[in-house]
């Protein structure tokens, strides 16, 4: 696959084997094949796990035709790439996505069944590929889906990491964390590439050494070593032929190290040295917002980042031979937030200290090559670095940062404010107010010519509110760039059903160009389309009826509204504001059993960062109110809590088809963008939700009648902060929300009044950060209008239908355009 050493011209020759006819009769073969000769095991005895294993390889051996094919094609044309770097990647699973992406899923079905076996329990076999938190790492994953299916020129660059996102369990009502061994009989997905290894340096000094000219240079020494190890993963498109890579370095100790074992004999410490290399690609940290200044997290950083550098050089000086100046024409880099900014002092050193450029020069490359996209405006979630720490780790990137930080402030920022000591504070890469620390944000915003923000009002806020000093110096750096999501898997995969319907009644179009669904507006009112629109989304409720009872024991009717909140477990998402007002409903219907209430089910998903205590007692709240009401006669089951432990891709593909209402109820102004948003009004929920991020785009797409809006805006929720919240003078107004509060914190629940004080104390004595109380009374009004408008199911129909028809906007193929357009400058490569 990808690349070899064979000549270019010999690669485009390979494709258009006879083993690999995309023929049911063809995979058949191809089947059968690896079960014996791959996995030495036959037709009547070989596991489902073998049987997937065998149709991955089988799909695989196709799917790697294109990518030799696509590598040199690229590799002729010596074209411009896209080099995507990000320390995760939530592929979720891939069978199936690339399966319907080559259009095989029907001839895969065909075979698997003449050989007795079932195409859906065998996808079931597949562990998630869960290398990612959260919106951030499945966003690289949509990306990577449209830039294949967009022919553009691309590699994803990531950590292979032993363990991805823990795997939740729910013990007592509490979450537990669990390894997640996504590796441990292998993945057919990965293949591992020895002959493009890296090696890497850390720690170490710096030591100035002159030439026979009396030149200076500076060279880093007595450092240590690690070895990357890429594994790549094919990125499938749809209907194109172009194969992309996901790039995944692996950590090992270095050949070094075999040196030490037989010469220093100290066997034992030279075997920890080796468990320490290794321990740098163990485990994706697990938080979404700040987790300050872990050693090891420097490092990963830093490891991908050189690996993925070091391949960048390689594959640029093996088709351009020595022409540096011709590099940024060759190479666009995007930082999936600051995670990667360690690039930048990377590609000086390379630049500077190894190819010998001038520094400015070698700043104006930089500056050219990469762009940066922030994901957050929360300051806790900012990367910040302590100065020690990164010197010591990385003695010469500090040096580099420095310099970079001392032409910024003297050139640009002293001609732009004269004499100005408290701009220059404020736009420092290096924090001096307490401990000195490096602000990764400002480093990228400096060595990066755009800078985008992921929503519109994210964007809008990031130039006033979090850069504005940036935005006055380089005006023309900053630009919005709205997230999207694929619609291959968050529609036509995850809802085959609702994708061929939509098929069936306006073509496959939309597959490739999304704002082809506005065609389906014409049906909203259709009764019979309306019909079979409702039946798709009851048929998926049963299923998801089916995996509650399945895994939490919960009886639940598909006739009741399913209302969901699915994403991580935070405070600025507000799940709380969720759970008090279940809690306000669920003493409402006490007070009154017959209260004219349609039955609903509220559904969560989310896992906590394992170190977040309040998130953690927010679960185990939702979890307490869960096994009351359920189990409560007097509510005659009008209203279910369902917990669903180990929200990731896969299981967000079985809820989102399911969904009548999407809860996307962040405090104005904290939420970027959001992208589940998406995902849930694209199958047809509807969206109950704040002014903030992306839902004020989805808004202006759906129309005010389609979406249920409440709550403070960006701007009231400043005013509010400016004039002093108090969330005491909520809750002595309105009994509603003083009644639910003191009930959660009482011993009603697990039997022990001090369970949920933490989250009791957060929304009164610590001053509710997240404005809960503010919104409630608005939230609850929201969701009467939501019980009104369920009530009547044509209304309801026409509203969801609308949604799926006006999410054109939202496809990440759209985002990925514009990128390529407005930041990458990067054209798509026809086929060979
Ligand atoms: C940082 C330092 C140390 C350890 C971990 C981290 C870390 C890891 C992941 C910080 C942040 C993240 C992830 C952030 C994230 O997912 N942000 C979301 O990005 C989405 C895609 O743009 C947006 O839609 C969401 O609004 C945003 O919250």
Redesign the pocket.
């Known amino acids: 696959m990808s690349e070899t050493n064979s000549s270019p011209s010999d690669l485009v020759q390979s494709g258009n084997l006879s083993s690999v006819e995309n023929t049911s009769d063809g995979l058949k073969v191809s089947i059968g094949n690896h079960l014996r000769f791959t996995l030495a095991t036959g037709i009547g005895i070989a596991s489902d796990r073998d049987w997937w294993v065998a149709t991955c390889l089988a799909v695989r051996d196709r799917v790697l035709d294109l990518s030799s094919r696509t590598n040199a094609n690229h590799r002729n044309k010596n074209v411009r790439r896209l080099h995507y770097l990000s320390?995760?990647y939530l592929m979720g699973r891939l069978l199936e996505n690339n399966l319907r992406n080559s259009d095989l899923y029907d001839a895969a079905k065909q075979a698997l069944g003449e050989m007795g076996k079932d195409l859906d329990s065998i996808l079931n076999k597949e562990p998630d590929m869960g290398l990612g938190?959260?919106?951030?790492?499945r966003?690289a994953a949509c990306f990577l889906d449209s830039l294949s299916t967009l022919d553009l020129p691309a590699v994803g660059y990531g950590i292979h990491y032993e363990f991805g996102l823990f795997r939740q369990e729910i013990v007592g009502g509490r979450q537990m964390e669990q390894p997640d061994v996504w590796t441990r009989d292998g993945n057919p997905w990965k293949i591992v590439r020895p002959d493009y290894r890296q090696t890497i340096n850390l720690y170490g000094k710096t030591v100035q050494k002159f030439d026979d000219q009396g030149k200076g240079h500076v060279e880093w020494v007595d450092t240590k070593t690690i070895v990357g190890v890429p594994w790549d993963i094919p990125i499938v498109g749809y209907d194109s032929e172009t194969v992309n890579l996901l790039r995944l370095w692996e950590a090992h100790a270095s050949d070094a190290f075999n040196f030490h074992v037989f010469n220093s004999g100290s066997y034992m410490e030279a075997i920890h040295d080796k468990a320490m290399a290794e321990t740098v690609s163990k485990v994706l940290?697990p938080?979404?917002?700040?987790?300050t200044g872990k050693e090891l997290?420097l490092v990963q950083q830093y490891f991908f980042v050189a690996c993925s550098l070091a391949d960048i050089v390689r594959r640029f000086k093996r088709d351009n031979p020595a022409h540096w100046s011709l590099f940024p024409d060759k190479v666009a880099v995007q930082l999936n937030?600051t995670?990667p900014a360690v690039a930048i002092p990377e590609l000086m050193r390379i630049l500077v200290d190894q190819e010998f450029l001038k520094w400015n020069e070698a700043w104006e490359i930089c500056k050219k090559i990469f762009a940066y996209t922030n994901?957050?405006l929360l300051p806790e979630?900012l990367?910040m670095w302590s100065v020690p720490l990164f010197g010591r780790v990385l003695p010469r990137h500090l040096e580099i940062i420095f310099e970079i930080n001392r032409l910024f402030l003297d050139g640009e920022v002293e001609k732009m404010w004269p004499g100005d000591s408290e701009k220059k504070r404020v736009l420092s890469i290096i924090d001096e107010r307490g401990a000195k620390s490096v602000r990764m944000a400002n480093l990228s915003v400096v060595g990066s010519h755009a800078v985008n923000g992921?929503a519109a009002l994210h964007t809008r806020l990031l130039r006033e509110k979090l850069f504005p000093e940036f935005d006055a110096v380089f005006p023309d750096r900053f630009l919005n760039l709205t997230?999207g999501i694929t619609f291959r898997r968050w529609l036509d995969v995850c809802n085959p059903q609702l994708s061929k319907l939509i098929s069936d009644t306006i073509g496959t179009g939309w597959k490739k160009d999304a704002m082809k669904l506005t065609a389906l507006e014409s049906y909203a009112d259709d009764n019979s389309f309306q019909q079979c629109y409702r039946r798709i989304k009851r048929d998926a409720k049963v299923r998801l009826a089916k995996i509650i009872q399945d895994t939490c024991g919960i009886t639940v009717s598909p006739d009741a509204l399913f209302d969901v909140q699915i994403k991580r477990l935070h405070e600025y998402k507000r799940q709380h504001l969720n759970l008090v007002h279940i809690v306000a409903l669920y003493q409402k219907l006490l007070a009154d059993p017959d209260a004219d209430i349609h039955p609903r089910v509220f559904i969560f998903g989310a896992k906590a960062a394992p170190g977040y205590f309040l998130a953690k007692n927010i679960i185990h709240a939702i979890n307490a109110l869960g096994s009351k009401v359920n189990n409560d006669p007097r509510v005659k089951g009008k209203i279910k809590v369902v917990f669903l432990p180990n929200y990731g891709v896969t299981l967000a593909e079985r809820i989102i088809p399911a969904s009548d209402l999407s809860e996307q109820i962040s405090t104005a102004g904290k939420?970027?963008?959001?992208?589940g948003n998406m995902k849930l009004a694209l199958n047809g929920a509807l969206t109950i939700g704040t002014l903030d991020?992306a839902n004020v785009e989805i808004k202006e797409e759906v129309g005010d009648d389609n979406i249920f809006i409440f709550g403070l805006t960006v701007e009231e929720v400043n005013d509010l902060h400016t004039r002093g919240y108090n969330p005491w003078d909520y809750y002595w107004a309105d009994s509603q929300v003083r009644n639910a509060i003191d009930w959660l914190a009482s011993d009603f629940f697990t039997g022990n009044s001090a369970d949920f004080k933490p989250l009791r104390d957060s929304l009164l004595d610590h001053g509710d950060p997240y404005m809960v109380l503010a919104d409630f009374a608005s939230y609850a009004r929201a969701q009467s209008d939501v019980d009104a408008a369920y009530k009547n199911p044509a209304k309801w129909d026409r509203m969801a239908i609308l949604n799926t028809a006006r999410m054109g906007k939202f496809s990440s193929d759209r985002t990925i355009s514009e990128y390529a357009e407005k930041v990458w400058n990067l054209k798509a490569v026809s086929r060979a």
Not at 133 to 137: F, V
Not at 287 to 291: G, M
């Open positions: 320390l995760e938190n959260g919106g951030l790492g966003l940290y938080n979404d917002s700040t987790e997290r937030d995670h994901h957050t979630a990367e992921v997230n939420e970027a963008s959001g992208t991020g």
